[in-house]
C-alpha cells in the first residue's frame, strides 16, 4: 500500500491507529501524525519517513486499509447465496463500517480530498474503493458495463456515507435504510445494453463529485 518501503507496513498501520483519535481535535496535518508517531511509540521523524506523501498519502493508506477491512468481512460472512444486489450492499456496508469507529476523522478527510489540489487523488480512492466492490462480489465484466457499473456504484456508495455522517439514529439504521432505497433504484436501471448517451450518465463526473462532497461538507459544519 502507498509509496513507503514493504517493511513499514507495521509501522504505518500504528502511527495510523495512533493518529485517528487526534484528528476529530486536531484536523489532519503533519503535526497530528507526529503526535500519532510519538504515541505508536516511535520517534516523530518516523511520521515523515512512514507516510513521504504527507497527509495526502495518510489518508490514502487508511482507504486502502478499510478497503482490505471490506473484503475481509465479506470472506468471512456466508455470502454464497446472496442475490447479486445483496453483495453489494453487504460491500457498501462493510465498507463503512470499517470506519465507523472515526465518524470525525471521516468527515475532515474528506473536506481535505475535496479540494481542488487534492480532487484527484480523491476520486482515484473512490474507484479503487468500488472496483474492488465489484470484484469482491464476483463481476466478472469487461465491456463497456465495467465502467458504467462502477460508475454507479461510485453514486451510490459516495450517497450512502455522506448520509451516514449526519445520521444519528440507533446502529445507523437509517443509513442502512436509504442504502437499501438505492440500491433499489439502480436496479431498475434495465438490465440491457444501454445506448452510450444513456450509459453515459451513470458515470461520474468527477468535477461535479467533488462539488457535491463540498457542498455537503459545508452543510454538515453549518449545523
Known amino acids: ?16 491507529a495512533a493518529t485517528l483519535p487526534h484528528v ?16 505508536a511509540g516511535f520517534d516523530e521523524s518516523m511520521a515523515s519517513l512512514a507516510f513521504p506523501g504527507g ?27 446472496m442475490r447479486f444486489r ?39 480512492g473512490l474507484y479503487r474503493t468500488v472496483d474492488d466492490m465489484w470484484y469482491a462480489a464476483g463481476d466478472k465484466a469487461t465491456d463497456f458495463s465495467f465502467y458504467t457499473k462502477r460508475g454507479t ?12 455522517l449526519d445520521d444519528r439514529s440507533e446502529d445507523s439504521v437509517e443509513t442502512w435504510a436509504f442504502l437499501d432505497r438505492r440500491i433499489a433504484g439502480v436496479m431498475r436501471i434495465p438490465q440491457r445494453r444501454a ?11 468527477p468535477k461535479r463529485f467533488v462539488r457535491m462532497l463540498s457542498e455537503r461538507l459545508r452543510e454538515a459544519g453549518a449545523r
Open 86 to 124: 445483496d453483495k453489494i450492499t453487504f460491500l457498501v456496508r462493510a465498507r463503512i463500517e470499517a470506519v465507523a469507529e472515526h465518524r470525525e476523522a471521516v468527515r475532515r478527510a474528506l473536506t481535505h480530498v475535496s479540494r481542488p489540489s487534492k480532487a484527484s487523488k480523491g476520486i482515484r
Open 55 to 81: 497527509v495526502a498519502e495518510t489518508i490514502d493508506f487508511w482507504s486502502q486499509m478499510s478497503d482490505a477491512a471490506m473484503q475481509v468481512a465479506y470472506v468471512e460472512a456466508d455470502t454464497d447465496d
Open 195 to 205: 445506448s452510450l448517451r444513456d450509459a453515459t450518465k451513470y458515470v461520474p463526473d
Open 1 to 16: 500500500m502507498g509509496d513507503a518501503p514493504e517493511d513499514l507496513m507495521k509501522e504505518r498501520a500504528a502511527i495510523l
Open 24 to 39: 476529530p481535535f486536531d484536523g489532519w496535518s503533519l503535526r497530528t501524525i507526529q503526535i500519532g508517531a510519538k504515541e
Open 153 to 164: 456504484l461510485a453514486g451510490v456508495y459516495a450517497s450512502t456515507l455522506l448520509y451516514w
